[in-house]
């Protein structure tokens, strides 16, 4: 589908406007609006409100997922795996931060199309492979459901784009490894001395 | 207010249809068709569709905050608290689970009115103080920032709202007591022995 030279900006439009009003709360003629165009100039180049969405969530969606399958496939140990990924969804969230922002409301882990749960669940599954690698090799504790851990560490870093702000004391690189850290740390195989 | 008798069941149509739909795009007449009631009979009892959504997250939100306002304040070790939060954040999703997966679609963390974003930012400082406590007390390691620790926590109990199941293979109280066993253990302050 050939693309207005303001493409980007009707898709960086669309991600602050779903982001902010919701994308059932939203239309087409928001996103015109907020970028300034007539609302038929936008449907020159989409046929729904469906594409705008797509068109925001799909990048950040589709490097996540071909991270993680690279990441997944590669040897080495699974506990620098896990710190390759939380750093892959931080940096994804710096780069796309109102894009992800509008993935985790709308799509993540909600049952609205086929294609999308298929991509959730393929992302949570290679999360848990790589836990369930790092307990056959015994470099993690083996006493908890490795889809609690890879669904406990998703929930942290995609929670990320409900709290972290780009301009606060901390890079989201820095957050990631603080939550890999606190998951690692929890995967020990030495017992906790708390609790 | 006076409340009609079905009430109840209007409230719970309502967190259906806002949970499916996002509360953007669902409007009165879609939760009147869902109870089966008429459109006129529902404005009898609401003025706008926010009150809707009020009585459907109010419930959830206010028991939550409760709990954990006493919860900070009680003597203890900072390790059972933050058990006991991971509870108290899985019974009510127990008890209210669609309830709470619209407080977290439509509201939690997300920047919606002063009155809503007080009652986060309380939730996370309960949780930020007892971490605190726990590494004031030597309990916990202080190498990680208390808020980082907190919302991370907050985000994978949050996050049980988009995976978990209630007829699946565990109650979300054993989910949240692996969650809290794998946060505790990543505060031990024994030196982790992976990664």
């Known amino acids: 589908m050939p693309r207005p030279s303001r493409w980007d900006d009707v898709v ?10 919701g994308y ?3 239309s087409v003629e928001d996103v015109a609006d907020e970028v300034g165009m007539l609302k038929g100039s936008i449907y020159n180049y989409i046929s729904t409100k469906e594409d705008l969405l797509l ?3 799909r ?5 996540l997922l071909r991270e993680m399958r690279d990441l997944e496939a590669a040897d080495g140990p699974a506990g ?6 939380a750093r892959s969804h931080a940096r994804v969230i710096e780069d796309f931060l109102p894009y992800v922002a509008v993935y985790v409301q709308e799509l993540a882990g909600r049952q609205t199309s086929d294609e999308w749960m298929a991509m959730d669940r393929e992302y949570v599954t290679l999360a848990e492979r790589i836990v369930e690698a790092g307990m056959e090799a015994d470099e993690f504790r083996s006493d908890v459901r490795p889809r609690i851990v ?3 560490l998703i929930g942290s870093l995609n929670w990320l784009t409900r709290w972290y702000q ?12 603080q939550i890999a850290d606190l998951c690692l740390r ?5 017992p906790a001395t708390t609790g």
């Open 59 to 63: 990048p950040p969606a589709e490097r």
């Open 12 to 21: 960086a439009a669309a991600a602050k406007v779903f982001r902010e009003r």
């Open 150 to 152: 890879a669904l406990s």
């Open 186 to 190: 929890g995967l020990s195989v030495r």
């Open 55 to 57: 068109a925001v969530v």
């Open 80 to 85: 620098d795996k896990i710190r390759l990924m």
């Open 24 to 26: 059932d709360g939203a």
């Open 166 to 177: 780009p301009d606060g004391p901390e890079s989201a690189l820095e957050v990631a490894d």
